[in-house]
């Protein structure tokens, strides 16, 4: 049986050409970057290039980018390195409701570390509310995150707008680009963040690296201490091979960005009206035009997420969830209640992310499987033979209708 790949947002397959740049760390010049004979230096020379490019593809200065092991490394750095290093000054984090949980997660430790965090509203598309963040950026506000581009849903977030707020009152922004770079551009300097989170394994280098833009002239404290690597900021031997990878995979991302970017549109487009066309009762999630290129978001009421990407896994389709149900949490996906959305619909959503490997016979050959599979588990649900039998169509008595009878999705 033929698989299909539609998971992208999760991970990316590496480039052979990726491959091949990361060759000549393990084979030829593996010395390591911190030693001061030959085969250091060597290695160092190859370093020092490879940060340059990464810079250069974000129009960075190559001081400016710090390798980690991977984005949420780079997101729990920023937002603890700040802390850390003006805590006993400013309280006050703002992070949106749709973070991803490297961000979620990290905040919760500051929280219990004596940090207030406030959580920024978004709107049924998954758009910050940035009247909001003008109302809480005060004296006691440190750091405003918020992430490019969401994961989930894929709604691309006004950063530049929001950075210039920060900039305004002094008050540090950091914004978790994993799924953006290497997908739409992303320029440092046009967004005016002063720092920015990358994962290499988001645009098909491999996983285990990233990286943390850090503006020059902002300073927080080390998230890893130990030797001088990373110029005494973040400690730990350079991983060259997979750094190497990076800068090839990010290189190739940026100059196909064009042709990319039209092709999975495309696929994307034609994949949300197939599906809003062919399969009834669902739901499209996030914006429709201020997206991530390769995201798809649906949710199909009457049916269980898990049951649905299990069965698309048996007929050859890697998707994924916005239920939490499958990682061993009965709640549904954080960022589908946050833009509105009842748990019962919350639990039938479905992400597809389309990438460049993908062909636009093999998207649209998910959509007759997906509907086939959608309709077998609706006739299973109690819910939906209520439904049809127009018990629940009362009203008041559908948890998906409005008190006056309309439809709340």
Not at 1 to 25: C, F, G, K, Q, S
Not at 251 to 280: F, G, Q, W, Y
Request: aromatic residues 6%; hydrophobic residues 40%.
């Amino acid at each position: 049986m033929t698989r299909v790949y539609l998971d992208n947002a999760a991970t990316t397959r590496v480039r052979p050409e990726v491959v091949e740049a990361m060759t000549i760390a393990f084979t030829e010049q593996y010395g390591n970057c911190s030693s001061m004979y030959q085969e250091g230096e060597s290695a160092k020379a190859l370093l020092d290039d490879a940060r340059s490019r990464i810079a250069a593809s974000l129009n960075a200065e190559a001081r400016e980018i710090y390798f980690t092991s991977c984005g949420s490394e780079a997101d729990n750095w920023a937002l603890k390195g700040a802390a850390l290093k003006y805590g006993d000054k400013k309280k006050k984090i703002l992070i949106s409701a749709i973070e991803h949980h490297a961000i979620l997660h990290t905040c919760d430790s500051l929280a219990k570390q004596g940090f207030e965090i406030v959580k920024i509203p978004v709107d049924a598309e998954g758009i910050v509310d940035v009247d909001f963040i003008k109302s809480q950026l005060d004296d006691n506000t440190l750091i405003v995150s918020v992430m490019l581009a969401n994961n989930e849903i894929g709604t691309i977030q006004p950063i530049k707008e929001i950075a210039a707020l920060c900039k305004e009152k002094k008050i540090l922004c950091h914004t978790d680009a994993v799924q953006a770079v290497g997908s739409i551009p992303v320029d440092v300097k046009d967004l005016g963040v002063d720092m920015l989170s990358l994962s290499g394994h988001k645009f098909h280098s491999p996983k285990g690296i990233g990286a943390l833009y850090i503006r020059k002239g902002v300073t927080i404290s080390n998230f890893m201490d130990g030797g001088h690597q990373e110029r005494g900021k973040r400690a730990g031997t350079e991983n060259l091979p997979y750094i190497l990878g990076m800068a090839k995979a990010l290189e190739l991302a940026v100059a196909e960005m064009n042709t990319n970017l039209e092709k999975i549109t495309d696929m994307r487009d034609s994949l949300i009206k197939e599906i809003e066309a062919t399969i009834p009762y669902c739901k499209f999630n996030g914006h429709r035009t201020k997206r991530l290129p390769g995201n798809v978001n649906f949710s199909f009421n009457f049916i269980e997420g898990e049951s649905m990407l299990l069965w698309l896994d048996d007929a050859g389709f890697a998707c994924s969830t916005g239920s939490a149900c499958a990682s061993g949490s009965l709640d549904p996906s954080h960022v589908l209640l946050a833009i509105g959305l009842p748990h019962e619909v919350a639990h039938g959503s479905l992400r597809i992310s389309i990438g460049k490997f993908n062909t636009k016979e093999e998207v649209m050959s998910l959509v007759p499987v997906l509907a086939g599979i959608v309709q077998k588990l609706r006739d299973m649900s109690p819910l939906y033979e209520d439904f049809m039998n127009g018990r629940e169509l009362q009203q008041g008595t559908c948890p998906r209708c409005n008190d006056d009878g309309s439809c709340k999705i």
